[in-house]
């Protein structure tokens, strides 16, 4: 059976730093290209970061410069790091696997940024 799971969520404060990790069983990630979605309350779905199989990552404007995408095909799992945490940064953090028809989530991990 397919299955994302997400890990590394939790409360930071402004300013600090987490690694979410997404672990995969049933998919070969190398086969997909993954990313990072973010869903803040009363707020539509977002991609954070995305990472091609061939390890060419892509980011949006919001965490740029402070963000980095991974995978280690080795471990079938992808990563990411985020640095100075925002307390916009706060929402569920979800895991996507995708190659054309075939796509996968996560069940998502909590991001709370506050002092």
């Known amino acids: 059976q397919e299955q994302l799971v997400e890990s590394g969520g939790g409360l930071v404060q402004p300013g600090g730093s987490l690694r979410l990790s997404c672990a995969a069983s049933?998919?070969?990630?190398?086969?997909?290209?993954m990313g990072w979605y973010r869903q803040a309350p009363g707020k539509q779905r977002e991609l954070v970061a995305r990472i091609t199989s061939r390890g060419s990552a892509a980011y949006a404007d919001s965490v740029r410069g402070r963000s980095t995408i991974s995978r280690d095909n080795a471990k079938n799992t992808v990563y990411l790091q985020i640095n100075s945490l925002k307390p916009e940064d706060t929402a569920v953090y979800y895991c996507n696997a995708d190659r054309g028809p075939s796509t996968f989530w996560g069940q998502g991990t909590q991001v709370t940024v506050s002092s």
């Open positions: 049933g998919i070969i990630l190398s086969f997909y290209v």
